[in-house]
């Protein structure tokens, strides 16, 4: 008789994800931090060990605060755009209504297309002549703006663009608000609570962890993670305005051969990211948002 084979434990299941968590982001994420410290092209075999010289470069580069500036101004527009329309539509969407789950498809639908071909149709959104943005501008007498010319104006098309993929989140929020207990609206209605009454004192203190987890992902995907638009909208122009960090690294380390000075930027855009999130994080402990 052949005996039966033990149940799978939780660690072999997990065992293939940290397997390649360990190989794709672990590995890569030291190497990073041993190449900050070298003189690495990419080029060459056998970097040299340069101590702080990186560091000394780093302080002294201006077109490095230039990109500080342009990621943190961009962070601080787009998280609250993207996150509002998210849980806005999310919590709008989730009733049952007439034509809903078309309206659904269509505020996920943005989110399914290739960051490229979405920024290229951005491309025509925005183009000051015949662009569909600036005629419906027109039709309020209003002459229009040259928006990837103009340093603020470039810097609000990269997020109209990003305000648009917000699929992720919207789905999160919509599942969330579909699984609150009814009864839960019911009982408020029964006391006199209205729909917005409901919305403080239920719905957004029901889904708040939710809420700050969408937060989170979205102050990272923000920062990090807004390459294409730039690069294929502005390219960083104009004057450095969307020139943000991970534009700045790919032209660091494919453009100037930079890779040791790329990996230095690169930790230092990590150690933002952390610093923004546990900011966050001790923020929403202070106001015991999840309490």
């Not at 789950?101 to 959104?125: K, N, S």
């Not at 032209?251 to 923004?276: N, P």
Request: aromatic fraction near 10%; proline fraction near 7%.
């Amino acid at each position: 008789m052949t005996r039966p084979r033990p149940a799978l434990t939780g660690w072999a299941f997990l065992a293939p994800y940290a397997i390649a968590v360990a190989l794709l982001v672990a590995v890569p994420a030291l190497l990073n931090v041993g190449y900050a410290f070298t003189d690495h092209t990419g080029l060459t075999r056998d970097p040299q060990f340069v101590g702080l010289a990186n560091v000394r470069r780093m302080l002294d580069d201006r077109f490095l605060l230039d990109s500080l500036q342009a990621s943190l101004f961009h962070v601080s527009l787009a998280v609250p755009v993207r996150f509002v329309a998210a849980v806005g539509l999310g919590l709008l969407l989730a009733a049952p209504r007439p034509g809903g789950r078309w309206f659904r498809t269509a505020v996920y639908l943005p989110t399914v297309i290739p960051d490229v071909a979405l920024a290229v149709l951005f491309l025509w959104v925005l183009n000051p002549l015949y662009g569909p943005l600036n005629q419906l501008l027109g039709l309020f007498g209003h002459a229009g703006y040259n928006w990837l010319a103009d340093p603020t104006t470039a810097r609000i098309g990269v997020v109209l663009m990003l305000a648009f993929p917000i699929g992720e989140g919207f789905v999160v929020v919509l599942a969330a608000r579909r699984l609150l207990d009814g009864r839960l609206y019911e009982a408020a209605a029964l006391e006199g609570c209205g729909p917005f009454g409901q919305l403080r004192r239920l719905t957004l203190p029901l889904l708040a962890p939710v809420l700050v987890l969408l937060a989170v992902r979205d102050i990272i995907l923000t920062l990090q993670v807004n390459f294409v638009p730039a690069y294929v909208l502005t390219d960083g122009r104009p004057a450095n305005a969307t020139l943000y960090l991970p534009v700045y690294i790919f032209d660091q380390v494919f453009e100037f051969s930079g890779f040791a000075y790329g990996s230095l930027v690169t930790i230092l855009l990590m150690l933002i990211t952390a610093v923004i999130i546990t900011g966050l994080l001790l923020l929403v402990r202070r106001w015991r948002v999840l309490r």
